[in-house]
């Protein structure tokens, strides 16, 4: 425990002490990722229509059906089959049952919150369930990390309950979910979509019209994903063009502020240290990734584009590692999961329930990786409720389980790591983080 704390806090100092606005790329490592296997219990999936059930939206987190308040199930018996749960002086169990407890203790005013929100208009309704999975997460943190839980993250979660929104809330989000663990995630039995940080943004910056969906082809002139011709065909073709030696160079647009440096420069940070043929480096000469965060949405091209600054956007909302990656994958040639051509053995497309003009975004791709497993927790696949014009699911998994993790930000998972690896040419040097290959399998399979 010791080991790790210390960790995190040379994590904390990393985070803020770097000068941000400096254009030099650091070679600083930050603090592993503890990794969990385990598995959830079954979601409710509307088989016709692809609804979204309160399950799946996280309204009822906290109350009527927690999980950490039920006692131990099948997902945090497989944390906590060896006694321990990933490095930490803590048993999967206990780590269930203290944060039931504060679940508990919290549990009227929460649902007191949730009847407030019911009777709210405006953006922060579709919030409500968000920003339940980040006070989990927060929870999640606190039991872990016990008196070394930064003040902030508290205080973060005392706004959220309080509804002290604001855009400042909206940066301490960000840097909470920037620091949480894969284990803190598996622990709380939430992950953090696309969508999720698009509701949250709306409604703490009081704007209903913001869209981070991205586009899957198309011009990058209004935050949509280019596809690249080049790649090879076949089970490991790719959606892209590969960086010539893995050499990535980088440069900071003047719009690209202290949240969106620390994003980009923790996701690099993180792809860098697991995949070692890959190489950031901050220079604005010959062809750079240009990341910026002026334009509407969260975009990158798929892989190398042959010209000089290429577009990489986070804007407001986007300025998460998890996006940060997700948005670096694609640059470095990487396409969205469920382009897959095998994807139909493993997920349903909701066709009735896309948005009008966006169906492209779900076709197939010849050029989409397959050279392993269809991967439910990869950070490059879709949530359940992209692009849909009526809240409902747009992709439905075959296997019920996925649902919850599907279109998850938060970590490349191992498949991610591994693929990228494939693709860069250095396969026996992999370094993944993340040790979730169990989990994905279950979920690919179902119960």
């Not at 088989?47 to 979204?52: D, I, L, P, R």
């Not at 109350?63 to 803590?90: V, Y």
């Not at 894969?182 to 943004?201: G, K, L, P, R, S």
Request: aromatic fraction near 6%; include cysteine; charge should be neutral.
């Amino acid at each position: 425990m010791k080991a790790v704390c210390s960790a995190l806090a040379s994590l904390h100092v990393i985070f803020h002490l770097h000068e941000w606005c400096c254009q030099a790329a650091s070679d600083s490592t930050f603090a592993d990722k503890i990794s969990a296997e385990h598995n959830s219990a079954k979601e409710e999936v509307c088989e016709k229509q692809g609804c979204v059930t309160e399950e799946d939206t996280g309204l009822n987190m906290l109350h009527q059906r927690s999980s950490l308040n039920r006692g131990p199930g099948p997902l945090m018996e497989e944390l906590g089959k060896n006694g321990k749960s990933m490095g930490t002086n803590h048993s999967a169990h206990e780590l269930e049952n203290q944060i039931g407890g504060r679940s508990k203790a919290a549990a009227s005013t929460t649902e007191d919150n949730a009847l407030l929100a019911t009777n709210q208009t405006g953006p922060c309704l579709a919030a409500h369930g968000p920003m339940s999975k980040v006070k989990r997460i927060i929870d999640a943190r606190d039991v872990r990390l016990q008196e070394n839980m930064s003040k902030d993250e508290m205080d973060t979660r005392i706004a959220i309950q309080d509804k002290k929104y604001s855009s400042e809330l909206l940066e301490a989000i960000e840097q909470v979910l920037d620091y949480a663990t894969w284990e803190d995630y598996m622990t709380a039995e939430v992950v953090i979509t696309t969508e999720d940080m698009q509701a949250i943004t709306r409604c703490l910056l009081g704007d209903s019209d913001v869209d981070m969906n991205e586009e899957d082809e198309g011009p990058a002139a209004n935050g949509l994903v280019e596809k690249s011709n080049g790649s090879v065909q076949g089970p490991h073709s790719q959606g892209g063009r590969k960086w010539p030696d893995g050499r990535v160079g980088y440069w900071y647009h003047s719009s690209c502020g202290q949240a969106c440096r620390r994003a980009f420069h923790t996701g690099i940070l993180e792809i860098q240290r697991q995949v070692p043929c890959v190489r950031f480096f901050n220079s604005r000469n010959g062809h750079y990734l240009h990341v910026r965060a002026d334009k509407a949405g969260c975009f990158s091209y798929v892989g190398h584009i042959a010209r000089g600054a290429q577009d990489l956007n986070l804007a407001r909302g986007c300025q998460i590692t998890g996006i940060a990656v997700h948005e670096t994958f694609h640059a470095l040639g990487i396409n969205h999961e469920q382009t897959r051509a095998d994807r139909d053995r493993y997920v349903t497309i909701r066709w009735q329930n896309i948005r009008k003009g966006t169906e492209h975004n779900f076709q197939k791709s010849s050029n989409s990786y397959t050279g392993s497993s269809y991967d439910f927790l990869s950070i490059m696949h879709y949530g359940p409720t992209s692009f849909s014009t009526n809240g409902h699911q747009t992709i439905s998994p075959k296997k019920s389980d996925a649902t919850r993790y599907m279109g998850q930000r938060n970590h490349a998972s191992q498949y991610d790591v591994e693929q990228l690896c494939k693709f860069y040419g250095c396969s026996s040097r992999c370094n993944a983080k993340v040790k979730n290959k169990q989990i994905i399998e279950k979920l690919r399979r179902g119960r």
